[in-house]
């Protein structure tokens, strides 16, 4: 069987390992120059730290990232805390980390034979027919498999083959982020999660490379003027403006920032289907979802794990496996989608009652729990065994 994976980001490059590690002949065509990444920072979380682990990248992970520990804290914006931060499966499994982006897409390429990987190859069109399906590129050149994998983000260029396109939702906010080196910030701490929520913003930071770096998000409201994952230098001093009364360690760690990146934070209504033939959507191309929950990433390394495990189950019927998957993981990223988004209006105090507010805080564990403990690929096993 050959796949080709469209958009080289952690969706395609995680399905692409996947594939492989089943024998599957995979290609992955990544437009831009070379593989990359924003300078920033992405938390991993049990559900899909267990399948890095699958793919042989256990110890990769534990030396890149940075384990979050049980003292991770949200608080209100003057610092007062609300309530611990879940940084375990309910077993106990300390697994939520702080990763450079930059370190995951590596390791995902740097574990796949030489080759897979093509770059600087966009693909602009899409066509099939019983036999095959294929892709073209923006110089011309054609490329033909079983099953083409649309991992190709927010915009994505294929999707419209499968769905009629549905417009991204602004959800009101911008996320300026970046990392800080903690040489420069020795005090902070370099294994805790911390997350400030006041009126219409919040503010979130946690350790990457071993606590070496702290990786700082700061949401606030902004018109739609921004376009779809836009990003363009900002001027610190307008954070300063954004967070000032807030705690002083907030302030603090603005102090220390030069050059800030914004980015317009949109969605989607979950999709009405994933699958066309020998097509299929993965990752933000399937189910984009706002950050809130910081799931984005590891539910497209789900994706990948449940989509490579159906399709090996079934040589020859690459169309049904497509099917299966779609219908295993529908639900759950579209529980995850809407979650995202109710997170996030209690992260910007979006409450009349603020001590329902820091009720609801504390009670997110419960969701935590339901999204750390899933194993995708005991739940893809019982679906290619039943295809
Ligand atoms: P992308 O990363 O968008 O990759 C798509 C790739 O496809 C790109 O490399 C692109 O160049 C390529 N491409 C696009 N079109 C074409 C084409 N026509 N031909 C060839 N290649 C193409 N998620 C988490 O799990 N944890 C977090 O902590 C977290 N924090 C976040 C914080 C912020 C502020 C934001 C905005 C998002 C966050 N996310 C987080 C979400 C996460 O970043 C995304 O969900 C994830 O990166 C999506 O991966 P992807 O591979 O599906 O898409």
Known sequence: MAVIVVGGGIGGLFAANALHQRGIDVAVYEQAATLSEV???????????????????????????????????????????????TTTDSRGWNAVMG???????EMLAANLPGGVVQTGRRCVGFEQDERAARVTF??????????????????????????????????????YRGLVSRRR????????????????????????????????????????????SWSAPGDPAVLRREFAGWDERVAQLIAHLEVVYGWGLY?????????????????????PMLPHVGQGANQAMEDGMALATVLSAAPGRSPAALAAYER?????????????????????????????????????????????DYDVLHDAEQVAAAL
């Open 185 to 228: 910030i020795a005090w902070w701490p370099p294994d805790e999660i911390q997350l400030w929520m006041g009126p219409s913003r919040h503010f979130l930071t946690y350790p990457v490379r071993a606590g070496e770096m702290i990786n700082w998000v700061a949401f606030i409201p902004a018109d739609e003027s921004l376009a779809e």
């Open 99 to 105: 990763m450079h982006r930059a370190d995951l897409i």
């Open 39 to 85: 300078g920033a920072g992405v938390q991993l979380t049990p559900n899909s730290v267990r399948q890095l682990q699958r793919l042989g990248l256990g110890d990769a992970v534990d030396r890149a990232g940075a384990v979050d520990s049980e003292r991770s804290q949200y608080f209100r914006h003057d610092g007062s805390p609300i309530a611990p931060i």
């Open 328 to 372: 295993m993981r529908r639900e759950r990223t579209s529980e995850v989608q809407r979650r995202a988004r109710q997170t996030g209006r209690a992260y910007d105090s979006n409450y009349d009652d603020l001590a329902a507010r820091d009720a609801d805080i504390a009670a997110s564990r419960d969701f935590r729990f339901w999204v750390y």
């Open 138 to 175: 923006a110089d011309g050149t054609t490329s033909e498999a079983d099953v083409v994998i649309a991992a190709d983000g927010l915009h994505s260029r294929l999707q419209h083959h499968v769905v009629k396109p549905s417009i991204p939702l602004y959800s009101g906010s911008v996320a």
């Open 267 to 287: 969605d989607r209504e979950p999709l009405a289907r994933w699958t066309n033939g020998r097509l299929t959507l993965l990752g933000d191309a399937a189910h």
